[in-house]
């Protein structure tokens, strides 16, 4: 049986402790309360099953139905429209601006700006009427910036992220006095594809069918090495050790859970095999080891269902036995940013010689830091997102206006 406290203990695992418990209880405690607003309010179509993602105890993650954060998004712009809330394209935070008392006063930005020339478009500031909300991301695509806070993140490592995801929204608040926190820990994603740029398709395939459905293989050993739905954090260890070379397998039963499987396949992200004889020399993979792997995993499943690795394994999990069987071949690739800005249970921006909120001034999402830790649970971004930008907006429309 789930629970906030069981999710706020799942986050404090992954997250090695390192968590703003505070700001980690809230989320824990207002995920399904959103869930509910998103579906209302928004008009967000969920598939009717659960995913059970890495580092989660049980089964909690609704997938939107087109498994992407396009079908909240959509709804949101949508939203916007309805009610009247202006958006503006091809604009550029350049500074804040704040007044005599420290208050946020508003913004300076570049209107006709084009990525990413940041020189580009004439600037223009902008009065906030109440209240400023910073909400630009992690910066994971901005190599200089993210290097300096981990060097072992070189520039030839690959981002799951648009490359808009940079760091100038965070510098520009950190001019401003803003607090940041835990910066070096940046989270790469252990499910992303050898054979396609960025997020691609592949990520989803291996979330929701190759990790909880098959298993990840050492490539020179034939082997398994760990707990499939492990946190992140502790899947990329592994696999980055040794300079291991992974590939994840499933059947087509597991298969089938991915929605992505067949865009997978049409890309050459994911290869189909009648046999497993065909996907070991496919993939140079020793046969015997890799057979006698999937032997001892079909036994456990068929037996007591207590894994080696110690991986919750689904109550619809059958034995790798049914063709065509599926391989991806993985790479760690940078994806998530837990470090930010830091924020308060109000979404307030705390300022850092103050350590008290900066009037006005509110963050959410990404560019904020202490929620997850030292590594962040699959999924986990999305309430984060929502629950503080909807306290934020809350609170920054109670603001009283400016004459």
């Not at 968590?19 to 989320?27: K, Q, S, W, Y």
């Not at 965070?170 to 050898?194: E, M, Y």
């Not at 004889?277 to 057979?291: C, D, Q, T």
């Not at 063709?323 to 830091?342: A, E, N």
Request: net charge positive; charged share 20%; aromatic share 6%.
């Amino acid at each position: 049986m789930d629970s906030p406290e069981l999710m706020l203990s799942d986050m404090l695992a992954a997250g090695l402790e390192l968590n703003n418990r505070e700001l980690a209880r809230i989320v824990a405690e207002k995920s399904t309360e959103t869930l509910l607003w998103t579906i209302t309010e928004l008009g967000v179509k969920y598939k009717p099953r659960l995913s059970h993602l890495g580092g989660h105890s049980v089964a909690r993650t609704y997938n939107t139905a087109n498994t992407s954060g396009s079908g909240i998004i959509k709804p949101m712009l949508a939203k916007c429209r309805d009610i009247g809330i202006p958006i503006r394209l091809k604009t550029s935070l350049a500074q804040f601006i704040l007044n005599k008392s420290g208050a946020m006063e508003g913004v300076v930005v570049r209107e006709n700006y084009i990525f990413p020339n940041r020189e580009s478009g004439a600037l223009k500031r902008i009065r906030a009427k109440r209240a400023v909300i910073l909400a630009t991301g992690g910066f994971s695509q901005d190599k200089e910036f993210r290097v300096i806070q981990d060097p072992k993140l070189t520039a030839e490592i690959e981002s799951t992220n648009h490359q808009g995801a940079t760091a100038e929204g965070l510098i520009a608040a950190l001019k401003a006095g803003a607090t940041p926190v835990q910066l070096s820990l940046i989270q790469l994603g252990p499910w992303a594809s050898r054979d396609e740029e960025g997020f691609g398709v592949g990520s989803m395939f291996s979330m929701l069918a190759g990790f909880p459905y098959g298993i990840l293989i050492d490539v020179r050993t034939g082997k398994r090495f760990i707990n499939e739905q492990a946190d992140r954090k502790l899947l990329v260890d592994a696999m980055l050790s040794s300079g291991r070379e992974s590939i994840a397998i499933v059947d087509q039963k597991g298969g089938q859970h991915a929605s992505t499987l067949d865009q997978c396949l049409k890309r050459g992200v994911v290869k189909q095999f009648e046999s497993i004889e065909e996907l070991a020399a496919a993939n140079n993979v020793p046969l015997a080891p890799l057979k006698e792997t999937i032997e001892v995993y079909n036994s456990l499943i068929e037996k007591d269902r207590n894994d080696t690795f110690g991986k919750p394994l689904p109550l619809d999990l059958l034995p790798l036995r049914h063709p065509p069987y599926y391989s991806i071949r993985l790479i760690s690739k940078v994806h998530h940013c837990m470090g930010g800005l830091q924020i308060n249970a109000e979404a307030q921006v705390v300022h850092i010689e103050t350590h008290r909120p900066i009037s006005r001034f509110y963050a959410a999402g990404e560019v904020t830091g202490g929620v997850h830790g030292a590594s962040r649970l699959g999924s986990n971004a999305i309430p984060e997102c929502i629950i503080f930008g909807r306290i934020a907006g809350m609170n920054a429309a109670a603001q009283k206006p400016r004459p």
